[in-house]
């Protein structure tokens, strides 16, 4: 459990700056018990003093942000499907190391948590551990943040216990999370889900993710994995899906199946920016994809359009159950969004009550990263920050 000094630390990482009385109503606290806790982060140089809030008619309040060069980093492993990034955050949710991407295929799940650990080892080469409070990891799958495994491999699978391979591997608390209530995570506390207190966060990717702000809070449902909204029967196409069965939104609505259909229409003869590539490479990536719809290639921006007709069937379902404030396109479809939202509206026109969506807005993410700067979120809220214990016990 959090000691009152480790909860306005956290509370100051999600919002910042606040006063005593904003950290009060936040954490549930009085005011004389933050007041004591943070004059004790003052004199332990781990906050600022921002000096006092505009006006408002009263008394005006100090305000109080995190003291970023004090504090410990974080190390985000933000894994999908077919890559794997790593970062290294600061608490203001800024990248002190660039980046870094490998393609690494979970579908060859020996090799792949080797490949993860060797990236990590590489990546942290020239840097001081002692400095990272935790590691936070987001992956697709059925995550058990708890039991921190991830379900969709066998017990004996490698990737089953990613959490514990990487803690035990690096030395350092590591917390994980599934991908898609990461990135639900970033967009509600950073981006477009922000004071909205019933958002539907996708995560359009490999997959069609999902995840739920009901209510102000977080829903993950009875067993935690609340949000398959991938496989949703929904699609009329027998294709089988990445789960086994058939029918499944995922088979229609996703950038997998947007470069599917870009590779069929290549080799029927549709002239496209991409032939060239496709008849040297044998394949395209969704880079690739993006990059060519952005461009005005014809057979790129249909791949999206289809797509987007597709997810909006699929958000005409979510709204008739939840009917919420907004639904916000994440992910890395969120580079494409131009493309998607008319294709989106259009298909809930179609399928929805006008009664129920009028009032909710369809909305394209602006948060870059989302999915790695929710995975630093992820540690930060878990952390028990011991690396703080350790940093003033050796200064005192």
């Avoid at 005011?31 to 009263?58: C, H, K, M, W, Y």
């Avoid at 499907?81 to 955050?89: A, C, F, H, V």
């Avoid at 994980?176 to 539907?200: M, P, R, V, Y």
């Amino acid at each position: 459990m959090k000691t009152l000094n480790q909860a306005i630390l956290t509370a100051l990482y999600y919002q910042t700056p606040q006063s005593i009385a904003e950290l009060s109503h936040a954490i549930g606290k009085s005011v004389p018990n933050i007041t004591r806790s943070v004059q004790e982060l003052l004199e332990d140089d781990l906050i600022n003093s921002e000096g006092f809030a505009p006006s408002t008619g009263g008394r005006r309040a100090i305000h109080y942000s995190l003291n970023i060069k004090a504090l410990p980093t974080i190390l985000a492993i933000a894994i999908d499907q077919y890559n794997t990034r790593i970062s290294l955050m600061d608490l203001s949710n800024q990248m002190i190391k660039e980046l870094k991407q490998e393609p690494i295929n979970l579908h060859d799940s020996e090799d792949a948590l080797e490949r993860i650990l060797t990236s990590v080892d590489s990546f942290l080469g020239d840097q001081n551990k002692k400095n990272i409070l935790a590691v936070g990891i987001s992956m697709p799958g059925f995550v058990d943040s708890e039991k921190g495994i991830n379900s969709s491999y066998s017990a004996t699978d490698p990737l089953y216990n990613i959490k514990i391979a990487i803690e035990a591997h690096i030395q350092i608390p590591t917390y994980i999370e599934n991908d898609s209530t990461a990135i639900a995570i970033a967009e509600h506390q950073f981006g477009k889900a922000k004071k909205c207190n019933n958002a539907l966060v996708i995560n359009l990717n490999w997959g069609v993710g999902l995840g739920m702000i009901l209510e102000g809070k977080l829903f993950k449902g009875h067993s935690g994995y609340a949000g398959e909204f991938s496989h949703i029967p929904l699609s009329s196409q027998n294709k089988l899906c990445s789960c086994g069965k058939r029918g499944c939104l995922e088979v229609e609505a996703s950038l997998l199946a947007a470069l599917g259909y870009a590779k069929e229409q290549i080799e029927n003869g549709q002239i496209s920016q991409l032939t060239a590539n496709y008849g040297q490479e044998g394949r395209l990536s969704i880079d690739q994809l993006i990059s060519a719809a952005l461009n005005g290639d014809q057979v790129a921006i249909e791949s999206f359009a289809k797509i987007g007709y597709m997810l909006g069937k699929g958000i005409a379902t979510l709204i008739h159950i939840i009917n919420p404030e907004k639904v916000i396109i994440s992910g890395k479809g969120s580079e494409i969004g131009q493309i998607l939202l008319p294709q989106i509206q259009a298909s809930m026109l179609e399928f929805s009550i006008q009664r129920l969506s009028k009032d909710t807005n369809i909305e394209i993410s602006t948060l870059h990263n989302a999915q790695i700067i929710g995975t630093a979120s992820i540690a930060v809220s878990s952390s028990n920050w011991k690396v703080l214990h350790k940093k003033q016990t050796e200064t005192n």
